[in-house]
């Protein structure tokens, strides 16, 4: 595998893409922000009312913060999937940018990274507005920004190299039903894994979104204990390890 | 030294060959052409050039530096139209000058300037606030070339330039090329319209299936090959015969001939009008006869036996 090429040019290429995110921010942020907020107000308000305590939390408080961490997902996953394919394939765009001293890996990494800042932006708004919401506890939620960037690191990586493996628009739908539905259901967003059979539970512990919810909800409840760094670990390294791959499957798309 | 130097240059993709170790030299300041039709291999090299595609092997050379070692350096001094517009939807007409300059770390007090200066130069002053989308395609061909120009490259690489324009913007585009030659700017440039070879260039190869059949100046082609004149024979029935009967009485005139498909052409060694005159003579009948000046897609013919746009 060969050593990544990336130079400062990054900046300039993410740059583009804030110029282009912040002429349409509004209309994009209040798409994002508008789901998340449908389901805390039927399923953390309506089913919430028939629902138990859920780990002696009242349900309201117990989803909240799953859903920071989900909306922090399907942004990013959105952005580095259909917005990454249409960019390269549509527009060209990538085409046009390693005409100039731009390097293709530093077009993947600019994509990655903004993958990453609308984790963090998407994240953070829905994180504000449980704040006002009044299901914010601890200042430990001051940690989950950062969370939230290597979430959306990481799940831009795996987007990239999903887009990367079957590079058409058809088949971001089966990204979607086939692998982020499911993580969206049983990565303990809606509820505790405990209930579930021992291998559904094991299967969730390959989830990345199951140990973003769960140092997310930890710290927005100030419920830290050291397994967290397990988590955050968990996702970092697996980050590190797919990142060469997103590079080398993008490349070869744009480099023949 | 020259603006780009290849040897034995060769790129295989897929187990295909679309280059097929070829030599050639683009000097300073000239405009120098690949002509050949689609898939002849001009683009394939013309991405190497630009250090998009890697070389398989041979020696690549622009600017002097191998494109191998020094990829961005080279593009730092280079312009690349490509051969589809890939102009940034997403960005307004002024926009991407300026967005594209962030990428050779342009001062945005020089990016500006120069950006406002190119969209003058190019006529597209009073669109700088429109969306890209709102342009004609010969206006977006236009944009793309200016934002090639936006770093003051040494050399600028046009793939196709003017494919798809109609005739009044492609002479449009043609006049703004041969501006920027006479500054000094060196061109290359890849196209399959032979007017577009013999109004541009300086220069120029022929390319067809990976391979360079022909190199030098379009009139000197034109010369060495075919003459000054072309008899295009259209018989109403193409027969053995026929041809043989027309080859026989006019071939004492003739340089050469050749058949491609239902046309006859001849190549007269010196007059035209002398074999058109042998040819009237003759008891068949003609579906055209043309004396006309002989062309680059003469050459072209003759050296592949297919036409250009074929």
């Not at chain 1, 506890?137 to 999903?162: D, H, K, R």
């Not at chain 2, 603006?3 to 170790?21: D, H």
């Not at chain 2, 035209?272 to 050459?299: C, I, K, N, Y």
Request: aromatic share 10%; charged share 20%; proline share 5%.
């Amino acid at each position: 595998m060969r050593f990544p090429d990336v130079s400062p040019l990054v900046w300039q290429v993410l740059r583009r893409h804030l110029i282009v995110f912040s002429r349409n921010w509004v209309t994009n942020l209040t798409f994002n922000f508008f789901e998340p907020l449908l389901y805390i107000t039927a399923l953390g308000v309506g089913l919430g009312a028939y629902v138990q305590d859920m780990e002696g939390l009242p349900y309201l408080h117990y989803l909240a913060p799953g859903l920071v961490a989900s909306s922090a997902m399907f942004a990013t996953t959105y952005e580095c999937t259909y917005g990454t394919f249409v960019r390269m394939e549509f527009q060209k765009t990538f085409h046009a940018m390693v005409a100039t001293p731009v390097s293709i890996d530093d077009v993947i990494v600019a994509e990655i990274l903004y993958g990453t800042f609308k984790s963090v932006l998407y994240g953070t708004v829905i994180l504000l507005v449980i704040l006002v919401l009044g299901l914010v506890t601890s200042p430990w939620a001051l940690l989950v920004p950062p969370v939230l960037a290597v979430a959306g690191f990481l799940f831009a990586i795996l987007s990239m190299i999903w887009t990367g493996l079957v590079p058409n628009m058809e088949n971001f739908n089966y990204f979607f039903s086939l692998i982020m539905t499911p993580l969206f259901l049983f990565s303990g967003v809606f509820f505790p894994l405990s209930g579930l059979p021992k291998i559904m539970q094991d299967l969730a512990w390959l989830s990345p979104l199951y140990h973003v919810v769960n140092l997310v909800r930890s710290l927005v409840l100030g419920q830290v204990h050291p397994g967290l760094l397990g988590d955050f670990l968990w996702l970092s390294v697996l980050a590190a390890v797919l990142f060469p791959l997103s590079l080398k499957l993008i490349r070869r798309l744009i480099i023949k | 030294m020259d603006a780009v130097v290849a040897e034995k240059l060769t790129k295989e993709y897929n187990g295909k060959v679309a280059v097929r170790g070829i030599y050639f030299r683009v000097h300073y300041r000239e405009c120098f052409g690949f002509l050949g039709p689609n898939g002849a291999g001009k683009t394939t090299t013309v991405n190497m050039i630009y250090c998009l595609s890697p070389v398989t092997s041979g020696k690549l050379t622009v600017l002097g530096m191998d494109v191998r070692k020094h990829p961005r350096e080279i593009k730092s001094r280079l312009g690349v139209v490509p051969q589809e517009n890939n102009l940034d939807p997403d960005l307004k007409v002024l926009q991407n000058l300026l967005v594209y300059a962030n990428y050779f770390r342009i001062p945005p007090a020089t990016a500006r300037s120069r950006a406002l200066e190119l969209l003058e130069f190019f006529d597209l002053a009073d669109r700088a606030g429109e969306k890209v989308d709102r342009l004609s395609g010969g206006m977006k061909r236009r944009l793309t070339i200016a934002r090639a120009l936006i770093n003051n490259p040494e050399l600028v690489i046009l793939d196709e330039p003017t494919t798809g324009l109609d005739p009044q913007a492609r002479h449009l585009v043609w006049q703004r090329l041969r501006r920027l030659k006479e500054r000094g700017v060196t061109l290359l440039l890849t196209t399959h319209y032979l007017e577009e070879a013999s109004q541009l260039c300086d220069r120029l190869v022929i390319m067809d299936r990976g391979e360079i059949l022909e190199e030098g100046k379009p009139g000197e082609l034109v010369a060495r090959h075919i003459g000054q004149e072309v008899v295009e024979v259209g018989l109403e029935r193409m027969e053995e015969a026929a041809t043989a009967l027309v080859v026989e009485r006019t071939g004492h005139l003739l340089r050469e001939h050749l058949e491609v498909g239902d046309n006859l052409f001849l190549f007269p060694r010196e007059k035209g009008q002398a074999v058109l005159q042998a040819l009237q003579d003759l008891p068949l009948r003609f579906s055209h006869l043309l004396l006309r000046p002989a062309t680059l897609e003469d050459v072209f013919l003759k050296l592949t036996g297919r036409g250009l746009q074929a």
